[in-house]
């Protein structure tokens, strides 16, 4: 995955980042940045089948889980990403957790190759949700979001 890859999907409308932190992250390839595997998942899920997704928290942002392993916010380098489905590229647009549109962007991201583990946390933990989610779902704690944690590069 290269440079240009991470600029393109920092650049794209259908991801929202909110802040500079964020972006940086994304951007960065090395053990403090973040896998280049999250970047493929994140570039089929927002480019190639054209979901919202904001992120909430990525690794700069997110309390350290390194505890967790390979497969978490603050491993080095981070491999997951944390967000909800919105129903326009706008940050703050967030769709309803039993949307087709929200439960599409579950199936979807069940369905790439580079989809490691969905968590559905909050609001987002519904048998609806959690069908569309597929095999990969497991409940996440805290509040609403989607936890997105890609294979290993
Ligand atoms: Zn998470």
């Known amino acids: 995955m290269s440079a240009e890859a991470r600029l393109a999907l920092v650049n794209h409308p259908n991801l929202l980042l909110r802040s500079a932190s964020q972006r940086a992250d994304l951007l960065n390839e090395g053990p ?50 944390d967000g909800w489905f919105n129903s326009e590229p706008k940050l703050g647009a967030y769709l309803d957790q039993g949307d087709p549109r929200f439960l599409a962007g579950l199936r979807d991201a069940a369905l790439d190759q580079y989809e490691y583990q969905c968590g559905l946390g909050g609001a987002a933990l519904t048998q609806a949700d959690i069908a569309a989610a597929g095999p990969h779902e497991f409940a996440d704690n805290g509040s609403d979001h989607v936890h997105f944690g890609a294979v290993l590069s």
């Open 32 to 81: 403090d940045g973040t896998t280049t595997t999250l970047i493929a998942f994140l570039t089929d899920l927002c480019i190639e089948k054209g979901h919202f997704f904001e992120a909430t928290a990525i690794r700069s942002d997110h309390s350290d889980d390194s505890e967790l392993g390979a497969h978490a916010h603050r491993s080095s380098p981070g491999d997951a990403i």
